[in-house]
């Protein structure tokens, strides 16, 4: 890599960083020249701190990942305000220390950015407008999130003009037998379907193929429509 990179983005996760789960599947679409710095919600904070960001009854919930891979879930509007802390903070050190961030990119296409002095590629946004215009010329769309809580709440921020169905598979599942057999699972159920798409940043590509096997139907990955997207920005 050059010791100095043309453009400069910050990754942000609503769990741990680094997210040595999907930032590698998205860097190479960036290509060399991009620095990539990453910032975690979650990091820093103790028990306590983390316990008191859990789900509450009734209110919708994010699944994310810990830097040691587990899960956990954690209460949405919690999660949001806690990661628009970060990015501003990471946003006025950078401002400081250099020429900035050239986009800031939170890794999660659940939460809902506030605008900022940089450029936020929101990958809700990225992801959903996209699917949404696919999906005019589809009689079904298919969905796949992480957890089973989320699929009776899950909706898009633009709606699709055709039929939807929802079903849920852990990209954080510890257990890899039982990981295979979920993806295959949601294939299977989302085999009707015209297009399916993993509405989570932190599916991989061996996620991706499981379930277009399972269901013989295109599958778009969330993270490299929005890696894609952000690459022409940096080019």
């Known amino acids: 890599m050059s010791a100095h990179p043309r453009r400069r983005v910050a990754f942000f996760t609503i769990g741990q960083s680094p997210r040595s789960d999907v930032v590698p599947e998205m860097a190479p679409l960036l290509g060399e020249r991009v620095r990539i710095d990453e910032f ?26 810990l830097r040691d891979g587990s899960q956990i879930e954690l209460d949405a509007a919690a999660a949001e305000a806690r990661l628009a802390e970060v990015m501003a903070q990471a946003e006025v050190m950078a401002q400081a220390d250099a020429a900035g961030y050239d986009a800031l990119v939170p890794l999660c296409t659940g939460t809902a950015i ?36 989320q699929v ?6 633009v709606p699709l003009s055709c039929e939807s169905q929802v079903v849920h598979a852990s990209p954080y599942e510890a257990d890899p037998g039982q990981a295979e057999r979920n993806f295959a699972r949601a294939g299977r159920e989302l085999a009707s379907c015209d297009l399916i798409v993993m509405h989570c940043m932190g599916y991989a590509e061996r996620m991706r193929a499981a379930v277009a096997q399972a269901a013989g139907r295109p599958v778009l990955l969330s993270n490299r429509m929005v890696a894609r997207t952000l690459a022409q920005i940096l080019e």
């Open 40 to 65: 975690g919600a979650l990091d820093g904070l103790d028990a306590a701190a983390l316990a008191a960001m859990a789900p509450r009854p009734g209110e919708y919930r994010y699944a994310t990942r």
């Open 114 to 149: 506030a605008p900022m002095r940089t450029l936020v590629v929101e990958p809700q946004q990225v992801v959903d407008h996209l699917v949404a215009g696919l999906a005019e010329h589809c009689r079904k769309v298919g969905l796949v999130v992480p957890l089973e809580a």
């Open 152 to 157: 009776d709440a899950f909706h898009m921020v």
